[in-house]
């Protein structure tokens, strides 16, 4: 104890930064629960995927998509998401996964979808980094 508390005297910046970090990372995830819903683990989406068929969608860049996205994933980038949301699903009832990156963009994208009437909408958490991460497949086609 006495090791730790020296080196908080010996570096307040680096406590200082260790403690906003965290309290970043729990900020994020209260929003994301608060604001998207319940946020799908790999798992989870594997589950959703195999059992319901939703429509995936891939908030990223087009260039992004063409390196690698889940397999029947539509590309709708965030910025011109609204133009697209006539062709994510006629059936707005049908469950959506929606994924970005890493998992903090896919949020606002969900929340877009809500407000457009879409019911079942759910962001998968850690995005494509963690579906690539988990060693699930992804394509280029």
């Known amino acids: ?40 683990s790999v798992s989870e989406a594997v589950r959703l995927i195999n059992d319901r068929e939703p429509v995936i969608l891939d908030v990223r860049t087009p260039a992004d998509f063409k390196r690698g996205h889940l397999l029947n994933a539509q590309n709708a980038p965030l910025a011109k998401l609204d133009e697209h949301l006539t062709r994510v699903a006629k059936d707005k009832s049908r469950p959506v996964l929606v994924y970005c990156a890493i998992g903090s963009s896919s949020t606002g994208a969900v929340e877009r979808l809500r407000k457009s009437g879409y019911t079942e909408v759910y962001p998968l958490r850690g995005g494509i980094g963690a579906w690539v991460s988990a060693n699930l497949p992804v394509t280029t086609k």
């Open 1 to 40: 104890m006495d090791q730790f508390l020296e080196f908080i005297r010996n570096h307040p910046y680096h406590f200082v930064a260790l403690g906003a970090g965290v309290l970043a990372l729990i900020a994020n995830e209260l929003h994301g629960t608060l604001t998207g819903g319940k946020r799908l």
